[in-house]
């Protein structure tokens, strides 16, 4: 391959350096920031010899060059466009400048928990090894010793992400929102203060203590933030706004006292009268119309979202889904959010699937097989942007995959025990009931691959392996013959790929050694 003209090409094709705002790469793509998406021919980049897709997300336009191709044409990228290197962090930031203000908002939450989803995860799936151990060992299906070290030790280990989780996202919160990381932890730790009433036992116990605040002006119930996630984003970012302030006009001889000391002793009073009961109800209603949608009579509602959750994908707003799972968590104990987002990502892939198995050219198939592969791992946007969306009809197919999946999941009253994995290692997650997430994850990938194989995908015509998709074949190449060799015309060396002048003049027979008047030798054609 030949870097520097794929490097020009897409220098070209994206409308040259008065469009760039910068460069960027991760493992996979070039991630180019533009200053006007219309001036970019996306069609014509996704065409150039090399690229393996094309698709725009989070302001950026991603351009997919596979790994170690993607480093060398970012070089040679860099060298046509006079650009200068920039981080992923850097694109990303400078995509979202240009962003609405909902999507940055979005973007946010998705920043805030990307960083602590590996803890999320880890206890998760403890929680679903121990819950499936549990369950084995009393209906007798497993005799191990419950008392012993590891058996105890590993029930600890398996929520204590989930009950210390306002610290995790408090910190997070402040290293986005610009504050002081360890001054937003301790935020999150004055939502979960042991003297304050833990949140699940209210549900059993009742509200034990309340507090007047503002003067006797109303009173407040003493209970503590477990499970909640709005509640604290929103105390982290009143604190990290009034530290930023107090640098600004506090002397510096003060600011290391002043600062730290107004901004918790001030955040924390407005978060245990004013913030926390605000936040916890709008996060409660939000938590409970969600169930309610989703408890909808007969799945209907589980399988509306099943099959709209791909198109929240397109739209970039489906980081969004981690409060909801994070918020069911602590509600129920479990997220039923989760097997349904599962289900969709499951589809799509099986909808990539069936695209690579079923076209014959080389470039789309080298395309959607890994695509399909990471689909199912709970990778999405490779198949989504880089095969279904493209070809339009497998992107339906894999959302009524999804919804198909989503209504089982529903009507079971499948759920799971932690966020943060879809597809095959979602299992982990609902070990509890592995046997209907597997059933889920059967109906999902059947339907949306038997449809686009039956009525999603077809290679277009005049498409041929080892073209790209769209593009025609071409035609045979013809043999040129002179004007005088035409009928009546003796020649016995005269070629035959044009039927019109090659006609024995006898039978009209077309030559191939022999005509039907058996006139080998004659040369009259």
Same mark, same amino acid.
């Given at each position: 391959?030949?870097?520097?003209?794929?490097?020009?090409?897409?220098?070209?094709?994206?409308?040259?350096?008065?469009?760039?705002?910068?460069?960027?790469?991760?493992?996979?793509?070039?991630?180019?920031?533009?200053?006007?998406?219309?001036?970019?021919?996306?069609?014509?980049?996704?065409?150039?010899?090399?690229?393996?897709?094309?698709?725009?997300?989070?302001?950026?336009?991603?351009?997919?060059?596979?790994?170690?191709?993607?480093?060398?044409?970012?070089?040679?990228?860099?060298?046509?466009?006079?650009?200068?290197?920039?981080?992923?962090?850097?694109?990303?930031?400078?995509?979202?400048?240009?962003?609405?203000?909902?999507?940055?908002?979005?973007?946010?939450?998705?920043?805030?928990?990307?960083?602590?989803?590996?803890?999320?995860?880890?206890?998760?799936?403890?929680?679903?090894?121990?819950?499936?151990?549990?369950?084995?060992?009393?209906?007798?299906?497993?005799?191990?010793?419950?008392?012993?070290?590891?058996?105890?030790?590993?029930?600890?280990?398996?929520?204590?992400?989930?009950?210390?989780?306002?610290?995790?996202?408090? !910190?997070?919160?402040?290293?986005?929102?610009?504050?002081?990381?360890?001054?937003?932890? =301790?935020?999150?730790?004055?939502?979960?203060?042991?003297?304050?009433?833990?949140?699940?036992?209210?549900?059993?116990? #009742?509200?034990?203590?309340?507090?007047?605040?503002?003067?006797?002006?109303?009173?407040?119930?003493?209970?503590? &933030?477990?499970?909640?996630?709005?509640?604290?984003?929103?105390?982290?970012?009143?604190?990290?706004?009034?530290?930023?302030?107090?640098?600004?006009?506090?002397?510096?001889?003060?600011?290391?006292? =002043?600062?730290?000391?107004?901004?918790?002793?001030?955040?924390?009073?407005?978060?245990?009268?004013?913030?926390?009961?605000?936040? =916890?109800?709008?996060?409660?209603?939000?938590? #409970?119309? =969600?169930?309610?949608?989703?408890?909808?009579?007969? #799945?209907?509602?589980?399988?509306?979202?099943?099959?709209?959750?791909?198109?929240?994908?397109?739209?970039?707003?489906?980081?969004? !889904?981690?409060?909801?799972?994070?918020?069911?968590?602590?509600? &129920?104990?479990?997220? &039923?959010?989760?097997?349904?987002?599962?289900?969709?990502?499951?589809?799509?892939?099986?909808?990539?699937?069936?695209?690579?198995?079923?076209?014959?050219?080389?470039?789309?198939?080298?395309?959607?097989?890994?695509?399909?592969?990471?689909?199912?791992?709970?990778?999405?946007?490779?198949?989504?942007?880089?095969?279904?969306?493209?070809?339009?009809?497998?992107?339906?197919?894999?959302?009524?995959?999804?919804?198909?999946?989503?209504? &089982?999941?529903?009507?079971?009253?499948?759920?799971?025990?932690?966020?943060?994995?879809?597809?095959?290692?979602?299992?982990?997650?609902?070990?509890?009931?592995?046997?209907? !997430?597997?059933?889920?994850?059967?109906?999902?990938?059947?339907?949306?691959?038997?449809?686009?194989?039956?009525?999603?995908?077809?290679?277009?015509?005049?498409?041929?392996?080892?073209?790209?998709?769209?593009?025609?074949?071409?035609?045979?190449?013809?043999?040129?013959?002179?004007?005088?060799?035409?009928?009546?015309?003796?020649?016995?060396?005269?070629?035959?790929?044009?039927?019109?002048?090659?006609?024995?003049?006898?039978?009209?027979?077309?030559?191939?050694?022999?005509?039907?008047?058996?006139?080998?030798?004659?040369?009259?054609?």
């Amino acid at each position: 391959m030949d870097y520097r003209k794929v490097a020009e090409e897409i220098y070209e094709k994206v409308g040259k350096k008065e469009n760039l705002v910068s460069a960027a790469h991760c493992a996979t793509r070039l991630r180019l920031v533009l200053a006007d998406n219309d001036k970019c021919d996306a069609k014509a980049v996704e065409e150039i010899d090399g690229v393996k897709g094309v698709f725009s997300a989070s302001g950026q336009l991603q351009i997919i060059l596979g790994t170690g191709t993607v480093n060398k044409v970012y070089d040679e990228f860099l060298d046509v466009s006079g650009l200068t290197a920039a981080s992923k962090e850097d694109a990303k930031a400078a995509a979202a400048a240009k962003q609405p203000i909902y999507k940055r908002a979005i973007k946010t939450l998705g920043d805030i928990f990307v960083p602590i989803i590996p803890a999320i995860v880890a206890s998760g799936f403890l929680m679903g090894i121990m819950e499936a151990l549990n369950f084995m060992v009393n209906n007798g299906f497993l005799n191990i010793n419950t008392s012993g070290s590891i058996f105890v030790f590993a029930n600890l280990f398996a929520n204590t992400a989930y009950v210390f989780l306002p610290i995790l996202i408090a !910190y997070s919160a402040a290293k986005v929102f610009g504050g002081n990381p360890y001054l937003g932890a =301790v935020i999150g730790m004055l939502m979960i203060h042991p003297d304050l009433q833990n949140a699940w036992t209210v549900a059993t116990e #009742g509200v034990l203590r309340t507090q007047k605040v503002w003067f006797g002006l109303y009173e407040v119930d003493l209970v503590g &933030y477990q499970g909640h996630v709005i509640p604290v984003i929103i105390a982290v970012f009143v604190m990290c706004m009034i530290e930023k302030k107090l640098h600004k006009i506090v002397p510096a001889m003060f600011d290391l006292f =002043v600062t730290p000391l107004v901004s918790v002793f001030v955040t924390g009073y407005l978060t245990y009268s004013i913030i926390g009961p605000v936040f =916890v109800t709008i996060e409660n209603g939000i938590i #409970g119309g =969600v169930q309610q949608l989703i408890a909808l009579p007969f #799945g209907i509602g589980s399988f509306l979202m099943g099959g709209l959750y791909s198109l929240t994908v397109v739209a970039g707003v489906h980081h969004m !889904y981690t409060v909801i799972d994070v918020g069911q968590l602590g509600l &129920y104990g479990m997220t &039923y959010w989760l097997p349904l987002a599962s289900a969709a990502n499951i589809a799509q892939g099986a909808a990539t699937l069936a695209v690579a198995l079923k076209t014959r050219n080389q470039r789309t198939k080298s395309m959607a097989v890994p695509s399909a592969m990471s689909c199912f791992m709970g990778i999405t946007e490779p198949a989504i942007f880089g095969v279904n969306l493209r070809f339009f009809k497998p992107f339906i197919c894999g959302a009524v995959g999804g919804a198909c999946g989503a209504l &089982y999941a529903s009507i079971m009253g499948l759920g799971a025990t932690g966020t943060g994995v879809t597809g095959i290692f979602g299992l982990l997650l609902c070990l509890h009931d592995p046997i209907n !997430y597997i059933v889920m994850f059967v109906i999902s990938a059947a339907v949306a691959f038997v449809l686009t194989w039956m009525f999603g995908y077809k290679d277009p015509e005049g498409a041929s392996a080892g073209k790209k998709a769209g593009e025609k074949a071409e035609a045979p190449a013809r043999i040129e013959t002179e004007p005088s060799l035409r009928p009546g015309s003796r020649n016995l060396n005269a070629p035959y790929g044009d039927c019109r002048r090659h006609l024995c003049v006898r039978c009209s027979g077309r030559r191939r050694g022999h005509c039907a008047c058996q006139g080998v030798g004659d040369g009259t054609f």
